[in-house]
């Protein structure tokens, strides 16, 4: 006879009593259970193949044609026609007049007592202004290794000072002056580039590492002949870099671009042409306004602002290639029920000469109407094999020349990956832009492998 209390079974055998703890064995079998669901499971995680997908979405790329340009200017280099020392008044970048004086050399400058009744003693408050314009422009770009540039900012404080206390006419009586002898924007350096025209260019003059520019305004003293400052005596001005094929292709039927200056970030639109230089292709921006920002510059650092096409943004990650083969409409009938599957009719030699037909299903991965060709998954046919045009006895073997590879990426919506072909219509360096007017194709929304490298057709997709 057997019975249980609250939490024991009791078992009477041969006139003897045991007690077996049921609770301790309850847990112990359901700690058991999880135990092993736990390792199903981590199993199941650890072997299934998990990979990160990517939506499809409708979009545009930017370029990334940014370029060190040359700046070409028309630069008119002044000489010193003795030896001594040299002062600056004009400050750098000063647009000048005719017979503005700019720099006096030869001797310490003295003023006849005529010239003493034209100079003002005191700074204006528009002189003032000026001054501290300097000084914040320099505290602003200023940083370590700049020590350069701090003796052309004491420069440019001297030129303001100077040139606040000379009057127009002062030509005339400061010795050993040198004034403007066309109008045009000063310039207190040179590197050698001023006679450079986008024909002579080659591509050693993009070296921009080597690139070496002497600033005058760091001498106290000149010899005869050496040059003391330049003018740039045009507005017009262009900016050059080279061009690669693909974006001479491009540019081929623009006439208009617009460029963006990465120094400070200022747009403009203007003309652009392919010139011939000497040892390559050079794409020529010409400009008639903005020199004053850029006077001083002979390398700009620019972007050119280019219409991109839209369609579909997917990962350049994503794209893989695939290869098909190409069947003639003539050699297919069509599935009226499912327009992405077609019917074959296969022939294939056996080793002893005879042969055997078949019906093929194929799913359609593109079909190209105007040339009137499908593709099809190779797998579906043997080396060697025909296929036959439905109701005649017309055949067509499959050979090399059937084969083509396409691009294209892993759509994974159905939780497995199915290959879809894309027609890239442009890209860069991450994204390609895809056309979406192919039903074989993609749609906006879509879920496609990130990294094609990782999967294969048919293959199941965890997220």
Excluded at 28 to 35: K, V
Excluded at 249 to 266: A, G, M, P
Excluded at 326 to 337: F, G, K, R, T, W
Excluded at 424 to 452: K, Q
């Amino acid at each position: 006879m057997a019975f249980f209390s609250e939490d024991k079974f009791h078992f009477r055998r041969s006139g003897k009593v045991r007690n077996i703890p049921t609770s301790v064995n309850v847990a112990t079998l359901m700690f058991g259970l999880i135990f092993v669901y736990i390792m199903i499971t981590l199993f199941l995680y650890l072997t299934q193949k998990h990979v990160a997908s990517y939506e499809v979405v409708q979009g545009t790329i930017s370029g990334n044609y940014r370029y060190s340009a040359i700046a070409l200017k028309d630069e008119e280099i002044e000489t010193s026609d003795v030896s001594g020392g040299i002062t600056y008044y004009a400050r750098e970048g000063t647009k000048a007049n005719v017979d503005m004086v700019i720099c006096s050399a030869g001797a310490a400058p003295s003023l006849t007592d005529h010239s003493k009744s034209s100079m003002v003693t005191n700074l204006s408050e528009e002189d003032m202004e000026d001054a501290k314009s300097e000084m914040i422009t320099f505290a602003v770009n200023s940083g370590e290794n700049m020590f350069s540039e701090v003796y052309s900012f004491k420069s440019d404080l001297q030129g303001v000072i100077l040139q606040s206390s000379t009057s127009e006419d002062a030509g005339k009586y400061v010795r050993g002056s040198y004034t403007a002898p066309a109008p045009g924007f000063v310039v207190y350096s040179v590197d050698g580039m001023e006679g450079l025209t986008a024909e002579n260019l080659t591509k050693d003059d993009f070296n921009v590492g080597s690139y070496q520019k002497q600033n005058l305004r760091l001498k106290s003293s000149v010899n005869a002949g050496d040059p003391i400052y330049k003018l740039v005596t045009n507005d017009v001005w262009a900016l050059c870099f080279p061009v690669d094929d693909s974006l001479r292709r491009e540019l081929e039927d623009v006439s208009t671009v617009r460029v963006r200056f990465l120094k400070d970030n200022s747009t403009f639109s203007a003309p652009i042409e392919m010139v011939n230089g000497a040892d390559g292709v050079y794409g020529k921006i010409t400009l008639k306004t903005s020199l004053v920002r850029y006077v001083t510059d002979r390398y700009l650092e620019i972007e050119l602002i280019l219409n991109r096409a839209k369609g579909l943004k997917i990962p350049v990650t994503s794209i893989t290639e695939r290869t098909f083969l190409e069947i003639p409409e003539e050699y297919v009938s069509l599935n009226e029920d499912t327009p992405s599957e077609v019917f074959l009719t296969r022939e294939t030699f056996l080793a002893d000469g005879s042969s055997s037909t078949s019906q093929v299903t194929a799913s359609v991965y593109s079909h190209d109407s105007e040339n009137g060709t499908y593709l099809i998954d190779p797998g579906l046919f043997h080396p060697g094999d025909y296929v036959m045009a439905p109701g005649t006895t017309r055949k067509m073997q499959l050979t090399g020349d059937t084969v083509r590879v396409i691009q294209g990426v892993y759509n994974i919506n159905k939780g497995y990956a199915v290959f879809r072909q894309v027609n890239i219509i442009d890209e860069n360096e991450e994204f390609c832009i895809v056309d979406p007017g192919n039903i074989y194709s993609l749609s906006a929304h879509d879920r496609i492998v990130l990294d094609a490298s990782r999967v294969r057709e048919d293959d199941i997709i965890k997220g």
